[in-house]
């Protein structure tokens, strides 16, 4: 059965493809156990993708000493964000309803949050996602590094 999801599995194609030497344009780092990502939109400025190399669907699927690295590079990131972006709050979500991939989503929350007290889903996804935010191979190259340094750090 993990074979078939994985087959058909966004980020496991993701992962294949930078395994290939074709990383993504959204490809900040490669941690040890896992890919981070700039989302696609930037509504939230500063908002990422935490990708575990190992395909599983919920988080106690991955092997234990494997999960508790993975959830020390997710804080890793974490901190990397919020230093680069300096939100007023950050939050952090793993639900992988539709991409059934362990994945953490790290979105700060900054002061100009229109709705602050309440999860980014309530915000309709086509305010999130409205192609204004969207990101391309080079707008937002400037970011990317920035977490990157943090990341070194």
Not at 41 to 52: E, I, T
Not at 63 to 70: Q, S
Request: hydrophobic share 40%; proline share 6%.
């Amino acid at each position: 059965m993990i074979g078939d999801a994985m087959a058909t599995c966004s980020f496991c194609s993701q992962i294949k493809d930078i395994k290939a030497g074709n990383p993504p344009s959204d490809l900040i780092a490669e941690l040890p156990t896992g890919y981070l990502k700039l989302n696609w939109f930037q509504y939230y400025h500063g908002y990422c993708l935490f990708v575990s190399k190992i395909h599983a669907e919920d988080l106690d699927e991955l092997p234990r000493d494997f999960a508790d690295a993975f959830m020390n590079d997710m804080l890793r990131c974490h901190r990397a964000v919020r230093v680069a972006v300096e939100p007023r709050k950050m939050n952090v979500a793993s639900l992988g309803n539709r991409d059934k991939h362990v994945h953490w989503h790290i979105i700060p929350r900054h002061a100009n949050d229109p709705m602050p007290d309440v999860p980014i889903w309530e915000l309709r996804q086509s305010v999130r996602q409205n192609k204004a935010f969207r990101i391309t191979d080079t707008s937002h190259l400037n970011l990317i590094e920035q977490i990157r340094i943090q990341l070194m750090r």
